[in-house]
């Protein structure tokens, strides 16, 4: 029997442990040190970026974009319920209330054309979602917000590096949150990002981070001692989780290209099986520029998705599905989500294939996987 292939399975670029080393011996462990300050110059540099703070999670990267926002009980929040829990929760946790918004069968990002039904007096936000790290529709987004002073949150955590129309993703919304969970291209096992592209959060940004306290004012000598000024909780990772993310984002160059190899083979490989199959692969349109963070397939029902993942697994070859719409989850229900509402979301769930995807995924073990996924006819 041959071996098994994962779904996922995190690479290391090189520098790791000897980053992880040299933080010990610094001697300093908790929270911004010099590999977080390193992380962040380098996001600020690359993406031409107001500023960057790292977090323990994109999670919590969301979490702090509510906190920012203000929000309060009753406030609307506009999000797609074709993502994970986690760009709903944030907001809910602040008493927000999610208001699910269909996808576009073609990206599987935020219809946009949908906005404006959506509105109402108490938005307060909208969140695309940049799924695969194909950019959503951003000059319609932000038009829509600017006209009716709504705040763009991005939830990025699969398009770092991706670009909409030139510019970064993640550079677009005044707050941009994203992930270094071992699933993204670049990871630290768990962590994530806040970027900040409006000057005025970035002071509240670094209280809310640090507990609710001043404490990073205190650090660079602005204050004479710290105190509780603000909501807050503790968002800042480790020193340990920054080291092993700084050798990570170091090999920006060889991870994307790895990435890049992966994504254009399948799409390749499997061009001609997915059209006589009435499968579809990813699109990317035109101002788009995706950071291959993941290859899915789109299958013509429920049915052939189920059994091509028993096909694959047979051969040891583990290939999942994705999200399960919000709207008909436990909690999305309980804000009135029910079948029908977000149809092409409903839809997409049930037919969504993702295939194992990682840095290190080897040349014959991905022929293996295109070879297992050929001889599958539904
Ligand atoms: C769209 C989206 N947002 C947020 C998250 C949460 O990321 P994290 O695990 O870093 O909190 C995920 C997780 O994969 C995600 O897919």
């Given at each position: 029997m041959s071996h098994r292939i994962p779904f996922n399975k995190p690479g290391l670029a090189g520098n790791e442990s000897r980053?992880?080393?040299?933080?010990?011996a610094r001697g300093h462990l908790s929270g911004d040190g010099e590999f977080t300050r390193k992380c962040s110059a380098f996001f600020e540099q690359e993406l031409g970026l107001q500023k960057a703070l790292l977090t323990t999670s994109c999670t919590h990267a969301l979490e702090m974009a509510a906190l920012l926002l203000k929000l309060q009980p009753g406030d609307e929040v506009i999000l797609p319920s074709f993502t994970f829990v986690s760009t709903a929760n944030a907001f809910v946790l602040r008493g927000a209330r999610p208001v699910f918004i269909d996808i576009r069968p073609d990206t599987l990002n935020l219809d946009e054309q949908q906005l404006e039904r959506l509105l109402s007096p108490r938005t307060r936000a909208i969140v695309p979602v940049h799924y695969a790290g194909v950019g959503c529709e951003m000059d319609v987004i932000l038009d829509i917000a600017k006209r009716h002073d709504i705040a763009v949150v991005e939830d990025n955590a699969h398009g770092l590096f991706g670009k909409f129309r030139?510019?970064?993703?993640?550079?677009?919304?005044?707050l941009a949150a994203h992930s270094f969970h071992e699933t993204k291209n670049f990871t630290c096992g768990e962590g994530g990002a806040l970027f900040i592209n409006d000057a005025r959060y970035a002071e509240r940004a670094e209280i809310i981070r640090e507990k609710g306290t001043n404490r990073t004012q205190f650090f660079r000598g602005q204050v004479d001692k710290y105190t509780w000024v603000d909501l807050g909780s503790s968002y800042l990772?480790?020193?340990?989780?920054a080291a092993f993310l700084y050798a990570q984002l170091e090999a920006r160059e060889q991870i994307q290209s790895q990435r890049?190899?992966?994504?254009?083979?399948?799409?390749?490989?499997?061009?001609?099986?997915?059209?006589?199959?009435?499968?579809r692969l990813p699109f990317v349109p035109e101002p788009c520029e995706h950071p291959f963070h993941m290859f899915y397939l789109l299958a013509p029902s429920l049915e052939f998705r189920q059994a091509l993942?028993?096909?694959?697994?047979?051969?040891?070859?583990?290939?999942?599905?994705?999200?399960l719409p919000l709207h008909l989850s436990a909690m999305g229900k309980r804000f009135g989500g029910k079948p029908g509402d977000c149809p092409v979301s409903e839809r997409?769930?049930?037919?969504?294939l993702r295939l194992p995807f990682y840095n290190d995924l080897s040349g014959a073990d991905?022929?293996?996987?295109?070879?297992?996924?050929?001889?599958f006819h539904g």
């Open positions: 980053y992880l080393a040299e933080a010990i030139g510019k970064y993703l993640g550079t677009l919304g005044c990772p480790s020193e340990l989780l890049r190899r992966i994504w254009e083979y399948y799409r390749q490989h499997l061009a001609q099986w997915a059209e006589q199959h009435d499968v993942i028993a096909h694959l697994k047979a051969r040891e070859i583990l290939s999942v599905f994705h999200y997409v769930s049930d037919r969504l991905q022929a293996r996987v295109v070879e297992a996924i050929q001889e």
